[in-house]
């Protein structure tokens, strides 16, 4: 018989019935054996065609009624010889493509895992806290995995880069000479960013494998979650120094005033002379510098207590800045230059473990007062209402440090609605 005729009638007899499943069984246990023809494999429920198959292999008789038809990988390879030519490991290369070594692919995945992650460790950031939380979760979760087995794992020193170069880390590591020029307010553009770290404009876009990498550490050294919204991912990248659009950050004023000749103060001024709430954008701030003419400034974290203020003394509420949250950029540029005129802050943000990490933040970067954010402020609003369980990882009141202890012990928020009277009574002007 002709080599030709040998392999066609080969491929037609294995391509049938008592022959597929036997043969997928083979090509499992070789696969994960790097080759071996050691053992056996088995069938469960093997129709009719299947046991003629494994008799005709094996010259022994197997009962109609048997559950499951073994073989060993050594008298199918043998019976292939003796039929076909080609042995087992040849012939399901010929039938379906080269067999896979999955130890061997598992050693070679661990390696590169273990390299990626000893590149990242190997940042100036290793020794922060968050840095390290963040790389242990995405070995933990399958990320690293995902992108080692993707090729993506050059990924992980691209995000590293990234977090490098975020301008909230120029005061602690001062050495790269070599930075972009920041945006007028002081923040980095994301795509500066993005062309800086990886020599890609667009690395950073929404939605991109890198800049989801980037969100997770971020929001791991915020405490929190990466924002399912745009704008809450938006003040993700800015609470770091970096900026994706300077118009749609913003803060919300009221009763702030201004000092200056701009078209941006003279807004201020009538908004302030009205008690009429105020928008301004990182634009505006950066191309219009505003001093704001309080010297005294109350920050919020929640518009309904701007609100109020604003329904119910008007012009005659004291200063008040609201965060929504964590503060924008734009907030930030604000309080920051106002700081720096000589006004002095008082800032608060829900009970919560963000709300205690938001206030120590404003504490360390503008030197703020906490504004009824102690111990005894909590425990009395606690009283006073139902709460909602607290959540995600607990925070530090460096200020109280009894507060962080007893939100702990409790268990519960308490939102900064709930202080509405005591905070309009401190807001009234004398």
């Not at 053992?39 to 469960?44: E, K, N, Q, R, S």
């Not at 043998?78 to 896979?100: E, F, I, S, W």
Request: charged share 25%; glycine share 10%.
């Amino acid at each position: 018989m002709s080599a030709e005729r040998r392999e066609y009638r080969e491929h037609d007899e294995l391509q049938g019935e008592g022959w597929s499943r036997l043969l997928a069984a083979a090509r499992r246990r070789l696969e994960r054996t790097s080759g071996a023809l050691d053992g056996d494999i088995g069938l469960a429920g093997p129709s009719e065609a299947e046991r003629r198959t494994v008799i005709g292999i094996t010259g022994r008789y197997r009962a109609e009624n048997a559950q499951r038809l073994g073989i060993s990988l050594r008298e199918l390879d043998g019976y292939l010889h003796d039929r076909y030519g080609t042995g087992l490991l040849a012939t399901l290369g010929r039938l379906h493509g080269p067999l896979r070594d999955r130890p061997a692919e598992r050693s070679d995945e661990e390696a590169r895992r273990e390299q990626a992650l000893k590149s990242a460790h190997s940042s100036r950031l290793a020794g922060q806290g968050w840095f390290a939380a963040w790389l242990e979760r995405i070995a933990a979760d399958g990320t690293l995995t995902r992108l080692v087995r993707r090729g993506d794992a050059p990924l992980l020193d691209a995000a590293v880069r990234v977090l490098e170069r975020l301008p909230g880390d120029r005061d602690r590591f001062p050495g790269d000479q070599d930075r972009p020029p920041a945006h007028p307010a002081g923040v980095l553009p994301l795509p500066v960013l993005a062309e800086w770290a990886t020599g890609d404009t667009k690395a950073l876009v929404p939605g991109s494998p890198l800049e989801q990498l980037v969100l997770r550490a971020l929001a791991q050294r915020t405490g929190g979650d990466i924002p399912r919204v745009r704008a809450g991912r938006r003040a993700l990248w800015e609470s770091a120094g970096a900026i994706a659009d300077d118009l749609a950050s913003q803060v919300l004023v009221l009763n702030i005033g201004a000092e200056g000749d701009t078209v941006v103060c003279d807004w201020l001024r009538d908004a302030a002379d009205f008690g009429i709430p105020f928008r301004l954008t990182l634009h505006q701030l950066a191309t219009a510098p505003v001093v704001p003419a309080a010297r005294t400034i109350f920050v919020c974290e929640n518009p309904a207590v701007l609100r109020a203020a604003a329904g119910e003394l008007q012009d005659t509420s004291a200063a008040l800045v609201c965060t929504e949250g964590v503060a924008s950029a734009a907030c930030h540029k604000l309080l920051g230059d106002a700081v720096r005129a000589g006004a002095r802050l008082h800032w608060r943000a829900d009970f919560d473990w963000a709300g205690l990490r938001i206030t120590a933040g404003a504490v360390a970067r503008h030197g703020a007062r906490p504004w009824r954010m102690t111990a005894a402020d909590y425990t009395a609003a606690l009283s006073k209402g139902e709460s909602t369980p607290l959540a995600g990882p607990p925070a530090a009141s460096p200020w109280d440090p009894e507060l962080a202890r007893a939100m702990a012990e409790s268990g519960s928020t308490v939102m900064e609605e709930r202080l509405l009277p005591a905070l309009l009574s401190d807001l009234t002007r004398t």
